[in-house]
């Protein structure tokens, strides 16, 4: 998917909203055990609930390598089943020496190989562009480099200083060399929704993967203000909020639900900033 094809959803939907499937079958509602495969059971669900309110859906790939063979079974099946038309991010914030990138590269870009084929991928920056670089050799990829995140612990570094700058400043300012913002995007917590403005002076022009938003208590508006650019230029990630707002057997319309009270503040922010 394109950046203008991904802005287009956006306003049609008007929505910047992504579904994190951060699946967990310890979690998920008890009647649906009896199915085959509970977890691609659930997933299905919540995206026939929520695919008219969201353009990107997120699993978190943890959840699935946890369950073994399995989970990557429902992990392919997942992203066949979601919509052509909604980006897809394997949240795997994968990153290693270029050999070994280029095989995580291939798992997640390359059907031919692995039966999957994600618009991108997140991935970790610390060991440089050569780590990165591979996944970035996929046509029509995306690559997610994770900037600034929610956790308390992104001030051990991500905060540091060096010489003049923040450590994920320079983390900015160097990766967006690597690729235009037509391959490249940042993940940047909404829990960071102050700093924004900030990092919007040194990539303006590039799409924000932002979690943080419900559950940790991010404030979607403080984002939309201080993070958003004239294509939008943000997907604001709801993962626990939504796909546990019940479980019970209404879960899925529980998720819809949610998503729509998101969706419905998104095309008052798009409204309002764009």
Known sequence: MTKEELFKEIKGKESFLCVGLDTDIKKIPSHLM???????????????????????YKPNIAFYEAMGPKGWESLQKTL????????????????????????????????????MSFDSITVAP??????????????????I????????????????????????EKVLRTSSQWADSERLMYVVGATKASLLKEIRAIIPNHFLLVPGVGAQGGS???????????????????????????????????AAKEAEKLQVQMAGLLEQYL
């Open 126 to 143: 610390y060991m440089g562009e050569d780590s990165v670089k591979p996944f970035l050799d996929f046509d029509g990829k995306w690559v």
């Open 34 to 56: 009896k199915e085959k495969d509970p977890v691609f059971e659930f997933n299905k669900q919540i995206i026939d609930a929520t695919e008219q309110f969201a353009v990107s």
């Open 220 to 254: 979607l508006e403080e984002v939309a203000k201080n993070g958003m650019n004239k294509e939008c230029g943000l997907l604001v990630n709801s993962s626990r909020g939504i796909i546990y707002a019940s479980n019970g057997a209404d879960f899925s319309q529980s």
């Open 145 to 168: 480099l994770l900037a600034l995140t929610s956790n308390p612990g992104s001030k051990d570094f991500q905060q540091l200083s060096v010489g003049d700058e923040k450590l994920y």
């Open 80 to 115: 066949e089943y979601i919509p052509k038309n909604c980006f897809t991010i394997a949240d795997a914030k994968r990153g290693d020496i270029g050999n070994t990138s280029s095989l995580y590269a291939r798992a997640f870009f390359d059907e031919s190989a692995s039966g």
